[in-house]
T-cell receptor, first 113, second 115 residues
Framework: EAGVAQSPRYKIIEKRQSVAFWCNPI?????LYWYQQILGQGPKLLIQ????????DSQLPKDRFSAERLKGVDSTLKIQPAKLEDSAVYLC???????????FGPGTRLTVT | DAKTTQPPSMDCAEGRAANLPCNHS???????VYWYRQIHSQGPQYIIH???NNETNEMASLIITEDRKSSTLILPHATLRDTAVYYC????????????????FGKGITLSVRP
């Protein structure tokens, strides 16, 4: 079974530029999550989708971050414009509805200079 | 969700049991205890979860105290590959909408397995 795929693995941009991350969850997983992990901290949930609907985006900085999952499969997370404090690893995870285990991708390491 | 408290770090010798403690004194009756781990430069990996009873799987055992205010993750024979950050998380059951509830990660405990 293929795992959660993310791309790119690394990205370096200057502040005020835009960036997008892509995630393809495990086939059949209706729930998709985006997390932000700043160095030395645990992952923080940014947004949770169930199919193509948003379940929880309470911690998403909506003035600069956006996410979509148009067909209920893969998802894109965008930052526009980026700030220095957005430097972090962005993790995507997926799960079946009603199942306890979340499966995480390898993450995208973003460096904003 | 209830908060958890873990020591920042611990170490153990390879081949010995690693016992990782977690306090969750404000846990509610319907909240589960989860453990995930994160090996360097990888995404977190699910280990085990439990509600009241002790649980065991191929990776680890989870011991939850009778009052549910604390728990211990046991890796029976630690190897060098078990060196990682281990997160203890208390999680509510599913939302009223039926959607999965979220995981709230703390800083975790860094386990170092020495040769």
């Amino acid at each position: 079974e293929a795992g959660v795929a993310q791309s790119p693995r690394y990205k370096i941009i200057e502040k005020r530029q835009s960036v997008a991350f892509w995630c393809n969850p495990i086939s059949g997983h209706a729930t998709l999550y985006w997390y932000q992990q700043i160095l030395g901290q645990g992952p923080k949930l940014l947004i949770q989708f169930q199919n193509n609907g948003v379940v929880d985006d309470s911690q998403l900085p909506k003035d600069r971050f956006s996410a979509e999952r148009l067909k209920g499969v893969d998802s894109t997370l965008k930052i526009q414009p980026a700030k220095l404090e957005d430097s972090a690893v962005y993790l995507c995870a997926s799960s079946l509805v009603g199942v306890h285990e979340q499966y995480f991708g390898p993450g995208t390491r973003l460096t904003v200079t | 969700d209830a908060k958890t408290t873990q020591p920042p770090s611990m170490d153990c010798a390879e081949g010995r049991a690693a016992n990782l403690p977690c306090n969750h004194s404000t846990i509610s009756g319907n909240e589960y205890v989860y453990w995930y781990r994160q090996i360097h430069s990888q995404g977190p990996q699910y280990i085990i979860h439990g509600l009241k009873n002790n649980e065991t799987n191929e990776m680890a055992s989870l011991i939850i105290t009778e009052d549910r205010k604390s728990s211990t993750l046991i890796l029976p024979h630690a190897t060098l590959r078990d060196t990682a950050v281990y997160y203890c998380i208390v999680r509510s059951p599913r939302k009223g909408t039926g959607a999965n509830s979220k995981l709230t990660f703390g800083k975790g405990i860094t386990l170092s397995v020495r040769p």
